[in-house]
């Protein structure tokens, strides 16, 4: 009986909402339509104001013609009255000759200049009929089959300060999948204190419903997903948001198969829509390996006559589709692109083209390379803790840069900014021009406050410090809290791996001396975001960055010859 009472209680209820529906239609519709009198009024107005001033214009030359007539006419009757009084009878001849020449040329006024005629045209074309065409395309009574209690939401795993994505899928009464979408969706999404949060819903228009949403903090979250205001099968949903930023994929453990790695020193993205894929540097197997952004093994570079266990350093110039291999035995650069890219891959092999090879004389021990974005023709080398800034077609040196001149003693990892800053590291971050000048120094994570247990930073914008979290305890409170994590990151260590994506965020791996690892995400000003601590599976060494353009981020660990894939924004 009372689930009776409960199904007639919400059945009545959509009756009623129906007809709050069909009322909020119909005033949609008058106002529409009325919208719609308002152009026609607008038109009529528009036809008379014209027709008004075609009539000025017609009756100002009408008028003008007619003050031309009355002046020719008062001067005639002036000489007239002149004649009557001459006595020369040659003067008499003249001015009477004169004034039959005049009066033959006023003949030409004795027609209007201009015609009374005006008429209004109705049909004199096709608008009248495209009119009710359009008229009776005007609107539509839109309705949908959508059943709620079978609609379905995929939630992504949460993490605290990154973006995450609901999913929703719209079937009918019958289970089937709707194909078109416009349905008319609530979303209240709650954090652990009952605060709402900003969302984006993206309408695919094929029964499908993207929401996205970036959680501030960890801890239990409550969704509310309601389509006609009556919930979808599951809502609300409670979602734990966790402050781990755990990785997506890892792939390769020591070895010589198809899927293991032995010392991974590089990996460089092709973001290229029509080729999504990675490209690991593996000396240790003197091969690189190609792997799709799942992380699903495609091939190995045929680079078995190049490649030497002394390869350390690979780079990718995506305008070009170019690849610097850099060897530090033999201190040769090798510039190569694929053959074929597109085309199948034989035996797991993809053919390469070797363009040129250049060596530099000042090259010691080159370690690492890099390409500036700005100084096309320029590379950056890493040597023996020196930066030597060669061109790429003939290994001439452009500049030396001696970093320990600058109070650095070991250059640890490098990468180049958006307008060719060069960042390298040691315990520290530094940012140097392109010309080698010293321009400033990040500041340590030790020295960026902490606010909670989800890496917020102080000094980030007001909207990502939630105020109602920060009066929920007192500062002391917070600080005892984040131990944990403030432990992992004052331990000191070494930046091992840096990155830059495109909007000028900067990636960096650092190595704690407790063996631990984490990554750290600074925006441009230096700031630090947030930290990808990969807490299910730690890291040890990462040693390389690259970063795609749907903000996520390859990490080379080179203690456990693996490569993972975070989120990071």
């Not at 080698?436 to 020295?447: A, D, E, M, T, V």
Request: aromatic residues 8%; hydrophobic residues 35%.
């Amino acid at each position: 009986i009372n689930c009776l009472d409960h199904a007639l209680e919400v059945v009545n209820n959509e009756i009623m909402r129906l007809d709050s529906s069909m009322e909020k239609a119909a005033e949609a519709i008058n106002r529409s339509f009325n919208e719609i009198k308002s152009y026609v009024e607008n038109r009529r107005h528009h036809l008379l104001q014209s027709l008004k001033t075609t009539k000025d214009q017609k009756l100002k030359i009408l008028n003008d013609q007619l003050n031309v007539i009355l002046n020719e006419k008062s001067k005639i009757e002036h000489e007239c009255a002149v004649f009557q009084q001459a006595s020369d009878i040659h003067i008499l001849t003249q001015r009477i000759q004169e004034l039959n020449d005049r009066i033959e040329r006023m003949s030409l006024l004795g027609e209007p200049r201009e015609n009374s005629f005006m008429k209004f045209e109705f049909r004199h074309n096709h608008a009248l009929q495209d009119l009710a065409r359009s008229l009776n395309s005007v609107g539509r009574i839109r309705v949908s089959s959508t059943y709620p209690p079978l609609c379905t939401a995929k939630i992504e795993p949460a993490v605290a300060n990154l973006q995450c994505a609901i999913h929703i899928e719209t079937v009918d009464y019958n289970g089937n999948v709707r194909i078109d979408g416009g349905d008319p969706l609530t979303v209240n999404i709650y954090d652990p204190y009952g605060k709402l949060y900003e969302y984006n819903c993206q309408d695919k228009q094929c029964g499908t419903y993207t929401i996205v949403f970036r959680p501030l903090i960890s801890g239990n979250h409550k969704i509310d997903i309601r389509i006609f205001d009556r919930p979808i099968s599951g809502s609300p949903f409670n979602v734990d948001v966790t402050k781990h930023n755990n990785p997506l994929w890892s792939f390769g453990k020591r070895g010589r198969g198809e899927n293991e790695l032995s010392m991974p020193v590089s990996v460089v993205v092709n973001d290229c829509i029509e080729r999504e894929q990675v490209y690991v540097l593996d000396p240790g197997n003197s091969r690189i390996k190609c792997l799709t952004y799942d992380g699903k093994f495609i091939g190995h570079l045929a680079t078995d006559s190049l490649l030497e266990s002394t390869s350390t350093g690979l780079a990718y110039n995506s305008s070009t589709s170019t690849f610097y291999l850099l060897d530090w035995k033999s201190k040769l650069i090798t510039e190569f692109s694929l053959i074929n890219s597109n085309s199948s891959i034989e035996n797991s092999q993809m053919n390469i083209n070797i363009n040129h090879q250049i060596t530099c004389s000042s090259f010691n021990e080159p370690v690492q390379i890099a390409l500036f974005k700005q100084h096309l023709n320029s590379l950056l080398i890493c040597d023996n803790n020196t930066l030597l800034i060669v061109h790429n077609r003939t290994g001439d040196l452009i500049n030396k840069i001696d970093t320990r001149s600058l109070g650095i003693k070991t250059i640890k990892a490098f990468t180049i900014g958006l307008q060719d800053e060069i960042i390298i590291s040691d315990h520290h971050i530094h940012i140097l021009s392109y010309e080698g000048k010293y321009l400033r120094k990040l500041s340590s994570i030790i020295q960026q406050h902490i606010v909670d247990v989800d890496v917020h930073i102080s000094h980030q914008p007001p909207d990502l410090i939630p105020t109602y979290y920060k009066q929920q305890q007192s500062r002391n409170e917070i600080i005892d809290e984040s131990k944990s994590n403030h432990n992992l990151i004052s331990k000191g260590g070494f930046y091992t791996a840096l990155c830059v994506d495109k909007n000028g965020l900067l990636l960096a791996g650092k190595c704690e001396k407790d063996g631990n690892s984490h990554i750290e995400i600074y925006d441009n000003q230096g700031h630090l975001l947030r930290i990808i601590d990969s807490y299910s599976q730690r890291l040890r060494r990462p040693c390389s960055l690259a970063t795609t353009s749907d903000g996520c981020v390859f990490c080379v660990d080179l203690t456990t010859d693996s490569i993972r894939k975070y989120r990071y924004t």
